[in-house]
């Protein structure tokens, strides 16, 4: 069996791929390109996957008929053309579960940053710039009392509910679904439609998935209905957010500030937002720990080596893909 790995993984999961087959793994410390991938996969039984990859049907035919399995070493899959895949019998895989607390960590991380003016404050004094404590010395926006929007309230938007629930935070949610009603009272939540949701929050926080109906889920209109106090976080994936029209509200002070980790056209930034105080920026780091990454890589050789004994994968993608 061919095993292609797009981009260097942990050696636990290494261990696991090499005894699951014949192991290729990219020495590129950058994303192959589109004529590299459809060149590196061929002959392929398994191809193990970032989320910068596009994976089509051009790279599963290139691959060739014997492709049985491609794992996302990812939670969302938008890279990935399922229906294309679907066609061609092969399995799709994930890695939920293992990264929801990084996630919601680093999403309540932009937000304290965001509202306490951290960045800020940080780069100010590496600057050196004069400064002295005085009582109206850079103000945030404190959070007890506030309301945290939260935009799909699927795993990692739980995990967001409850940090922010011990930081005196009112829960809403938006989504394509209702909670349980368990989840819902757990976690003092208030399901809200997107635009009650935009009107009411403090800080809206982005954890739907990237698919046709939320590209541009937050655009000049949805901006429009945030209150002019509200911040906006964005871990989940950049094409959610109109970054121009993000950055237009910016500058109008339609909002008072945002925290992403996520962008558009990645690894490139919208230059506006760069030069804003009011903006905290990460560079993709929501699931950046090292426990964490071991544990996506290690799921993602699990399930190639679970398609490829001929089980059931561990984490399979449905088509019509609900992300867990
Ligand atoms: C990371 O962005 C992921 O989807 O796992
Ligand atoms: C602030 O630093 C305080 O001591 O209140």
């Keep these: 069996m061919r095993i292609v790995v797009t981009r260097r993984v942990p050696e636990?999961?290494?261990?696991?791929l090499r005894e699951a087959g014949e192991v290729w793994v990219s020495g590129e410390d950058r994303p192959l390109s589109p004529d590299e991938l459809r060149e590196a996969v061929r002959g392929a039984d398994a191809v193990v996957c970032m989320l910068h990859d596009r994976v089509d049907g051009a790279v599963a035919d290139a691959a060739g008929p014997q492709l049985k399995v491609v794992a996302n070493v990812a939670v969302g899959y938008d890279n990935i053309d399922m229906p294309a895949l679907a066609e061609r019998g092969v399995t799709v895989t994930n890695t939920p579960g293992v990264l929801t607390d990084a996630t919601a960590d680093l999403a309540f991380g932009l937000l304290l940053a965001v509202t306490r003016r951290i960045g800020e404050g940080e780069r100010l004094l590496r600057?050196?710039?004069?400064?002295?404590?005085?009582?109206?010395f850079m103000l945030g926006s404190g959070l007890q009392g506030k309301t945290l929007g939260i935009v799909g309230l699927g795993q990692i938007g739980q995990a967001m509910a409850h940090r922010a629930r011990a930081f005196g935070m009112r829960i809403v949610y938006s989504g394509r679904s209702r909670a349980k009603p368990e989840v819902e009272s757990a976690l003092h939540a208030e399901h809200l439609s997107f635009l009650e949701l935009l009107r009411t929050a403090d800080v809206v926080s982005l954890h739907c998935p990237l698919t046709p109906e939320t590209r541009h889920l937050i655009d000049a209109e949805a901006l429009g209905a945030m209150k002019h106090s509200a911040f906006l976080i964005n871990t989940t994936r950049g094409p959610v957010v109109d970054e121009a029209a993000l950055a237009d509200a910016l500058l109008r002070r339609e909002i008072a500030g945002a925290g992403l980790d996520v962008f558009e056209k990645e690894p490139e930034v919208e230059p506006r937002l760069l030069e804003m105080d009011n903006v905290v920026v990460t560079p993709h780091l929501g699931s950046a720990t090292v426990e964490t990454r071991t544990e996506m890589a290690l799921l993602a050789a699990r399930n190639v080596a679970a398609v490829l004994a001929g089980d059931g994968a561990v984490n399979e993608v449905r088509p019509d893909g609900d992300r867990s």
């Design 12 to 16: 636990a999961a290494m261990v696991v």
């Design 127 to 136: 600057s050196r710039t004069p400064w002295s404590f005085h009582l109206g």
